[in-house]
T-cell receptor, first 113, second 115 residues
């Protein structure tokens, strides 16, 4: 049982490049989410999903796309990276969201030049 | 978005001392959570609080859900070096309101324990 896994661990992009951050969980959780963590700002919710085929926007969704074709995977896409997207990105999952315990992945540190 | 103000921003304490930190919100929450983040890792849940006035302990950690439902407190007793990290509060908005079912995080308290 690996929990929540994220790849890559580190990534450097140039402005305008696109990429996908991968997130997978093996706990059969319905709820998955993406956060970004910036200095002095805590974690802010980007997008979330309450089950396969269902996604919704969080607090800071602009510049990011998500899809949820399977229960296990929840990739985050940056279509045209900008320096303002330099951050640490965390994926999390829980049984059903809400009061259920969220388990976080180890994070992806992204730098956009 | 929701504003959760966490204080202090950072603390430097001697090993063995007690620590207190708190979190306040402009909105009412129906759940308060406290997480710890070690360097290079994701946050890990320490304590969950589900009703106003609730006081819950987890080893040397004690947290309280404020009566107004707009604040929460975390205390760590007899600190040890492995307590080093960033502590985050997080809250859940009651169902039926914008943002319900999603967590809102505080800005974090960075704790340094001096041996």
């Amino acid at each position: 049982n690996a929990g929540v896994t994220q790849t890559p661990k580190f990534q450097v992009l140039k402005t305008g490049q696109s990429m996908t951050l991968q997130c997978a969980q093996d706990m059969n959780h319905e709820y998955m989410s993406w956060y970004r963590q910036d200095p002095g700002m805590g974690l802010r919710l980007i997008h979330y999903s309450v089950g396969a085929g269902i996604t919704d926007q969080g607090e800071v969704p602009n510049g990011y796309n998500v899809s949820r074709s399977t229960t296990e995977d929840f990739p985050l896409r940056l279509l045209s990276a900008a320096p303002s997207q330099t951050s640490v990105y965390f994926c999390a999952s829980s049984q059903a969201g809400g009061r259920d315990t969220q388990y976080f992945g180890p994070g992806t540190r992204l730098t956009v030049l | 978005g929701q504003q959760l103000n966490q204080s202090p921003q950072s603390m430097f304490i001697q090993e063995g001392e007690d620590v207190s930190m708190n979190c306040t919100s402009s909105s009412i929450f129906n759940t308060w959570l406290w997480y710890k983040q070690d360097p290079g890792e994701g946050p890990v849940l320490l304590i969950a609080l589900y009703k106003a006035g609730e006081l819950t302990s987890n080893g040397r950690l004690t947290a309280q859900f404020g009566i107004t439902r707009k604040d929460s407190f975390l205390n760590i007793s007899a600190s040890i070096p492995s307590d080093v990290g960033i502590y985050f509060c997080a809250g859940l908005i009651p169902a039926g309101q914008p943002g319900a079912n999603n967590l809102f995080f505080g800005t974090g308290t960075r704790l340094t324990v001096i041996p």
